[in-house]
């Protein structure tokens, strides 16, 4: 990789200091996109003009000493399922390639508002956000930026791959199951969960939208941090201040990784942390664990496929065929499992507002493998079991959806070449919790520096 990483705070210092301008920087990350996108699939469209239009016109900004914000000039990308007036909006998806919005999301009104450029393109993702693998969209698999045969994760996998490559400072993504923390955990970067309802959905097309969260993603959690204070509602600034020490529970009921190392670096990581003050760690088990995800499956297969009824009886063949399967086969739930679901959310909800007496803080792996081949459907279990690889994916990621609490991943080692992740979860509206400890372990390490040379 040839251009140098700079931070959201450095990149806005040079261009206001005049090291170069906003359209110079936009004029380099359009090289590298150009050299390296289609190898590693992580756009459905381009779109130069507007991109460089937007930066000429921040560079303006500069130049007259009148900068709308913090993120002017910065470039963001965009998951291919946040809708852009005048930019396609696909989904990843044959049924969309034609939807031409005709207004922005909130959020994306957001990043207008303080200049950020969004319009280096869409970036690809699992069809319709139906899957945490990224291999199934209209416009191709998105390849890992480590090791292009191995999946970036799902479903906001472009971008996860776009914040790893350099082409973005940060990037937004959607989260369900884990479609954000997942392909920051495969990729190497640093994704934010935020509380329900946190950064708005409004524009967003759903997939399940009592569990759809707009997340973030980038290289270090003061990036992520940036992109927060631009796009989300504020929540949290009237909660308790921090903890001189937080308080963390290792969650020891969760299971054990199918890697050997990735629960050795994941409690590596908490001893730094451990040893430099920061946190207070003892192990213990989480309440309603299995029943959070059995209740996150059953709303997301309800929800969707409600979403998607018209379509799946008009155009099914339109729909890629591990989106379609899951789609069709999980549309017959009946409305007593749904309710059930939802009274079950409840008590869960209660048990967990009961832990946050007991600790500030939960601790986990990520995700129990490291990024699987492409072509990979399975996984071996510790018990020596065949697993399906989505189920290996979400399996410590799609419960905190239906909790609506804020976790965070981020890089904490290399294990075979590939990167492996801690995701951390905090109590609802605590996402300054979640980056000040990612930012202390940021400080004593540097695993969130590393770059593929590939």
């Known amino acids: 990789m040839t251009e140098e990483y700079r931070t959201i705070g450095q ?31 992580g756009f459905t469209v381009r779109c130069r003009r507007q991109f460089l239009e937007q930066a000429r016109q921040s560079e303006n900004r500069y130049f007259e000493g009148r900068p709308l914000g913090p993120l002017d000039g910065v470039v963001i990308g965009l998951k291919d399922l946040i809708t852009t007036r005048g930019m396609p909006t696909t989904a990843g998806s044959r049924i969309l390639a034609d939807y031409r919005p005709t ?10 508002a303080v200049g950020a450029n969004y319009y280096l393109g869409k970036l690809n993702l699992h069809e319709f956000a139906y899957g945490p693998t990224g291999t199934s969209s209209f416009y191709g698999p998105t390849r890992n930026p480590w090791d292009p045969v191995r999946m970036a994760g799902g479903s906001s ?37 935020p509380t329900y309802g946190a950064i708005p959905v409004e524009g967003v097309i759903p997939l399940a939208w009592s569990l759809d969260h707009v997340g973030i993603l980038g290289r270090t959690a003061d990036d992520v941090r940036a992109v927060w204070a631009a796009v989300a509602d504020g929540l949290g600034t009237a909660l308790a201040a921090r903890p001189r020490r937080f308080r ?74 591990d989106v379609r399967e899951r789609l069709q086969t999980r549309g017959g739930l009946l409305a007593i499992h749904y309710l059930e679901a939802l009274r079950q959310r409840r008590r869960s909800m209660a048990a967990f507002s009961a832990l946050w007496d007991q600790c500030d803080l939960i601790a986990m792996p990520t995700v129990p493998i490291t990024a699987p081949l492409l072509t990979q459907t ?51 509206g605590r996402e300054d919790w979640l980056l000040e400890v990612v930012q202390g372990y940021q400080a004593l390490t540097d695993w969130h520096l590393k770059m593929p040379d590939v």
């Open 11 to 41: 990149l806005t210092a040079a261009f206001r200091r005049g090291d170069f301008s906003p359209l110079e920087w936009a004029r380099r990350v359009w090289q590298r996109v150009e050299s390296e996108a289609d190898r590693f699939g």
């Open 103 to 112: 207004a922005d999301a909130r959020v994306v009104e957001r990043l207008l």
């Open 157 to 193: 996998s472009g971008s996860a791959l776009a914040v790893q490559r350099n082409w973005v400072s940060a990037a937004l993504g959607t989260d369900t199951g884990g479609s954000v923390r997942i392909p920051a955990a495969l990729s190497g970067v640093t994704g934010l969960k």
């Open 248 to 321: 963390v529970r290792w969650a020891d009921n969760v299971g054990e990784s199918y890697h050997p190392m990735i629960d050795r670096l994941a409690r590596q990581a908490l001893r730094h942390l451990s040893e430099a003050g920061w946190i207070q760690l003892d192990e213990g088990p989480l309440p309603q664990w299995e029943a959070l995800a059995a209740v996150q499956h059953v709303l997301l297969s309800a929800e969707a496929s409600t979403f998607h009824w018209t379509w799946l009886r008009e155009r099914a063949d339109d729909y890629q065929p």
């Open 378 to 428: 399975t996984v071996a279990t510790p018990a020596g079991t065949s697993e399906d690889i989505r189920q290996s994916l979400v399996k410590y990621t799609a419960p905190v959806n239906a909790l609506g609490a804020p976790a965070i991943a981020h890089p904490v080692g290399m294990a075979d070449g590939l990167p492996v992740s801690l995701q951390w979860i905090a109590p609802p």
